[in-house]
């Protein structure tokens, strides 16, 4: 869920932002820098390009506050910069996107490894068949980018239909159209099967 | 599918995909089992959700670094710096004069004519087109860094007034660039070719945000900046630092350094604190990048 939405605080401090007071704008990057960065880290899958992203996002938003009318909340329109930044920067780098969810460990002498995402088996195991998380975020990596961004944002970030919407600035419609799509897709290729758009 | 099961598969999803254990859930697990298509569905639907599950809590255990907000703040600062000083505008694209450009670019296309027609008359341009060839800055065949590989200085670039603000370096480098000595701007602007390099590298921002930065001045007018980038990223942000620099007209080079190797690389550099450098940023995680830039 976008829990940064723009309330009553939020609000007079982009109100200030968007008048060119810097302090303000720093303010809703100390606010946001958290749900950016994990929104970057869903679409990126890595802890390097997300922190890049990151940082990329806040410039692009700090060019443009001036622009900024209350017509879609701040954080959406945050998110909204954050997930273009994400799709330009996977596609100027030609290579697939979110094939890791890498994340930083500290180990006991002081250095740091790359620990994979949790693949511990889940209390619930009702169901028999589930497929390695490897498996999972390659099969992921390979969904066209429509598709990908809208299950990533859905899946794995937890916005809600009208939240997806609103930061691909698509219908709410196609959202759902485009998740179940890209469901079955992902289902088949962990088959082995063709999918299907 | 009929009606019933585009219903079922609608409340599934807004459940997550998953149905209920409570009495809530007695309909949709009646109408699966009633359905062989919805029951496969749901089956794969299921799976898909349970595999799905170790990727969102491998994400939202990941956090990013200490200093991430640090270093956007800085790069903000550094953005409102740039963008109010008139002088990083060129005069003819302000506002005030742009109106002017149509006249003045017609203007400089009569100058140039002109000026080309005279030294066709005088003989000028056959003989410095024939003794001159423009060919693209190289990569490292020109470039050999006597002093460079031997020990820098151990004088660190000052970029907070030496160089274009630093622009581009994080908080965390600005804290290793305070902690030695500083140039005189002017000693540092003398080695015009590097300067220039590394000006513009600087303010591209495709050095990103390394864990750790330096650069040094060496003797011969030359500078060699250390890089420290989390390995996945390391060869994203090299490519990044050869675009911009390859239109620059000096030579530079560049290693990409494993982790292993960073230690001895200190040493052959003539620099003793590498420990300070790393800041515990060791093991195969971290690599180096090494970039010198020529006169």
């Keep these: 869920m976008l829990d940064g939405r723009t309330g009553p605080d939020d609000a007079a401090w982009v ?5 060119g007071d810097r302090e303000a704008f720093e303010e809703l990057v100390v606010r946001y820098a958290p749900k950016v960065f994990g ?21 692009k938003a700090f060019r443009a506050i001036g622009t900024y009318r209350d017509q879609a909340s701040f954080s959406t329109w945050l998110y909204r910069i954050t997930s273009n930044t994400c799709i330009d920067m996977a596609r100027q780098r030609a290579r697939r996107p979110w094939v890791s969810m890498d994340a930083e ?15 511990a088996p889940l209390q619930d195991e009702t169901i028999a068949a589930r497929w390695s998380a490897d498996k999972v975020r390659e099969a992921i990596g390979t969904l066209p980018e429509g598709f ?20 691909l600035g698509i219908r709410e419609g196609t959202v759902k159209s485009r998740l179940a799509r890209a469901r079955a897709a ?8 063709e999918p299907l758009y | 599918m009929d009606k019933d099961c585009g219903k079922f598969r609608d409340q599934v999803e807004d459940l997550q995909g998953r149905i209920p254990d409570e009495a ?44 991430l907000t640090a270093r956007i703040v800085a790069r903000i600062q550094q953005e409102a710096v740039a963008s109010s000083n008139p002088r990083t505008v060129p005069f003819f694209l302000r506002p005030s004069t742009r109106r002017y450009a149509p006249v003045a670019a017609a203007l400089a296309v009569f100058l140039a004519f002109g000026v080309f027609a005279s030294l066709v008359a005088g003989g000028l341009v056959t003989s410095l087109t024939a003794g001159h060839s423009i060919t693209p800055a190289s990569k490292d065949s020109s470039f050999a860094p006597q002093t460079m590989t031997g020990s820098p200085s151990g004088t660190a670039v000052d970029s907070q007034d030496a160089l274009t603000g630093g622009e581009g370096l994080t908080a965390a480098s600005r804290l290793v660039l305070t902690e030695v000595a500083q140039l005189p701007s002017v000693t540092l602007k003398a080695s015009t070719g590097s300067y220039t390099a590394y000006s513009t590298l600087v303010s591209s921002g495709a050095m990103g945000s390394p864990a750790a930065f330096r650069g040094y001045r060496n003797g011969d007018g030359t500078l060699t900046l250390l890089l420290l980038y989390a390995s996945n990223a390391i060869q994203n942000r090299a490519d990044a630092i050869s675009a911009t620099l390859a239109p620059c007209a000096s030579p530079f080079r560049i290693e990409i350094i494993d982790g292993r190797d960073i230690g001895s690389t200190f040493t052959a550099l003539g620099i003793a604190d590498a420990d300070a450098f790393l800041s515990g940023n060791t093991g195969d995680g971290f690599r180096l990048l090494k970039v010198d830039l020529g006169r």
């Design chain 2, 24 to 67: 809530s859930g007695d309909a949709l697990r009646g109408h699966a089992a009633s359905c062989a298509s919805c029951s496969a569905w749901y089956a794969d639907r299921a799976a898909l959700r349970d595999s799905l599950e170790p990727l969102v809590r491998g994400r939202r255990t990941t956090v990013p670094s200490e200093d």
């Design chain 1, 148 to 167: 990908r961004t809208v299950l990533l944002l859905r899946d794995i970030e937890g916005l809600t239909y009208q939240e997806v919407a609103a930061v």
């Design chain 1, 186 to 193: 992902l289902v088949a290729i962990l088959r082995g099967m």
């Design chain 1, 39 to 59: 929104l970057c880290f869903s679409l990126l899958g890595n802890h390097a390009d997300a922190e890049d992203a990151s940082q990329e996002t806040f410039l």
């Design chain 1, 15 to 19: 109100a200030q932002a968007a008048n």
């Design chain 1, 105 to 119: 460990i500290e180990e006991e002498d002081g250095g740091v490894a790359f620990q994979v995402a949790d693949e």
